[in-house]
């Protein structure tokens, strides 16, 4: 039987970049927390399996119409009160926060939400500045203390395990002391009948790769096409058996940045109208950033080759999004203009999809056959129109051709992601 599909919903308000803030009908206005609200509503009829809510630990730009930076998890506590059934993924950066406080913060939100928590743990890329002096620590120093984090979370959240409600089993100190952390424990918050919150991860260079494999339930990928997907996914399922896990413990779910209307040239158009702020001198200045590369004033129809590259061990912001530019132009030799409207110059390097109900119905039923994800988390794009169209007649035709559920069978995160009862 073919699996089907994890989808999740980003709660981030996408649609409102570039002109595409200009439309009345797509802002958010008013409550945060209401907004919010009404779409987990939509995302729970459609019955998605979570939604979710990247974060950054600083004001974030690119993002119009008074986008408010609202703590995830503390918003996610009041969706879970008004909602049944859709799991609830937070994002917590593993860089600047004490594991004892996430741990008890996430436990917390399992017990409020029954069962529906799960945890997206970042390294971030930036905002040190809000947390001291010290600029922003190394890719590799970040990523082992994020390995170190995980395992003391987990290490809490087992010391007081479900059982010791009634007795049938201890709780226990955990008495940790570790290069970033010294944590005495047990956790004051004992684990929920539901088992332990999914942990998602992002981050894809060699060493974020590897972290995934070791620990994540889910990866919320960046691939810009389903050649990237299926290295990516090939990859984390051979790294999984490495660390002794099986080839189908991490789900792959790219982001998909869809721009959807009822016809191709109408979303196009949308498509164009959220880029269309970006004028030339800023992706030229993207890419430097991205990537490292300088493309000066060499004109659009100029080829980028793979020798005009830096570096492979250049600094950069983030290895995914520069080795996913990188191999791009290795590939093919593209022109300036090319590389200029790559979804990795003018946008966070998704999965861009652009057309009708059925044009992108059709895209991910290909990168599934093809093996490029388990899923896939629905960033929208252009307008909350193209979400609606999603959720009401995408998902549900999805659902038709036996590729998505067409309705909850458990009332928890991990029910949906179909995870074992592994503890
Ligand atoms: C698809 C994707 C989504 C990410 N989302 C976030 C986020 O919401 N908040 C954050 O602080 N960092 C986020 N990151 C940054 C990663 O956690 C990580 O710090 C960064 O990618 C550097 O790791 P790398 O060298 O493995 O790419 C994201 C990265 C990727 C690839």
Redo the contacts with the bound molecule.
Sequence with gaps: MTRQLHIGLSLTPTWLKGKAADDPDSRPGGDPVEFNLALTRMAERAKLDFVFK????RMYPGIGGGHVGLDPTLLMTALARATQNIGLVT?V?TSFNPPFVVARQIQSLHWISKGRAGL?I????E?AENFGDAPMPP?ET?YRKAAEFTQVMRRLWQSYPHAALTGAAPSAAIDHHGEFFSVAGPLNVPGHAAGPPPLFQ????D??RDFSASIADAT???TPDREAGIELRNDLRCRAEGHGRGADSVRVLP?LYFFLTGTREEAWDLHARAHAHLTPEQRRKSVKSVLGLDLGDLPPEARVTAEMLPPPDTPVR????ADLLRRFIEANRPTVAEVLARPEVVG?AHWVSVGTVDDVLAEIVDWHEAGALDGFIAIPGGSLRSLQLFLEELVPALAQRGLFRSDYEGATLRAHLRLGDER
């Design positions: 990247p974060d950054y630990l994002t950066s997206n970042v390294t971030s890329i905002g890719p970040r992002a981050g894809a260079s060493i974020g919320f990928a960046a982001g983030s290895r995914t999004h966070s």
